[in-house]
T-cell receptor
């Protein structure tokens, strides 16, 4: 089992719709969860961080965390073409207390 | 506030040569991480410094890779001798708090070994 798993996509969503990105992780001790956006040829940039079960909203973005199910998701409302990018899920690896582990990313494409 | 800076942005070297990558973290960030993304694969953890100490180097591929952070400021990652499979984008990131704070990434160094 991979440490952090994401569907690689591409996920195609019409403009204005909700994009839903999912991530599962294998370390039950993980406490910190992050979503990064990476445009082609660029470095990852932080979109959201979440530490507690439930939902966290920031503008058009909502992160959802369910530690019992070891599942974290990102919802993007009113999707825009500029949201087209690869979305990376990252999780801190509690057993080492140092590592932050990344999933392979989901490629999101917003079609006009 | 300056972000994480990496140098060079690109490097093309021949198999068997040596390359040294440099990372300057955000001022005041004790935690410095190196990651690598090989084409088509996920961003893989290489190692983590807290100040000048290596906290976790479990992701270093082999002993051809040497990372240093003398004085706890900038860090270097040396590959010697380089192999074809070392090609990829090497990212440096820094954070204020170990494992619990978001990482701030540099723009990466694209390494091509021919």
């Amino acid at each position: 089992q991979k440490e952090v798993e994401q569907n690689s996509g591409p996920l195609s969503v019409p403009e204005g719709a909700i994009a839903s990105l999912n991530c599962t992780y294998s370390d039950r001790g993980s406490q910190s969860f992050f979503w990064y956006r990476q445009y082609s040829g660029k470095s990852p940039e932080l979109i959201m961080s979440i530490y507690s079960n439930g939902d966290k909203e920031d503008g058009r973005f909502t992160a959802q965390l369910n530690k019992a199910s070891q599942y974290v998701s990102l919802l993007i409302r009113d999707s825009q073409p500029s949201d087209s990018a690869t979305y990376l899920c990252a999780v801190n690896w509690r057993s080492s207390a140092s590592k932050i582990i990344f999933g392979s990313g989901t490629r999101l494409s917003i079609r006009p | 506030e300056a972000g994480v800076t990496q140098f060079p942005s690109h490097s093309v070297i021949e198999k068997g040569q040596t390359v040294t990558l440099r990372c300057d973290p955000i001022s005041g960030h004790d935690n410095l991480y190196w990651y690598r993304r090989v084409m088509g694969k996920e961003i893989k953890f290489l190692l983590h410094f807290v100040k000048e100490s290596k906290q976790d180097e479990s992701g270093m591929p082999n002993n051809r890779f040497l990372a240093e952070r003398t004085g706890g400021t900038y860090s270097t990652l040396k590959v010697q001798p380089a192999e074809l499979e070392d090609s990829g984008v090497y990212f440096c990131a820094s954070s204020q708090v170990r494992g619990e704070a978001p990482l701030h990434f540099g723009n990466g160094t694209r390494l091509t070994v021919t």
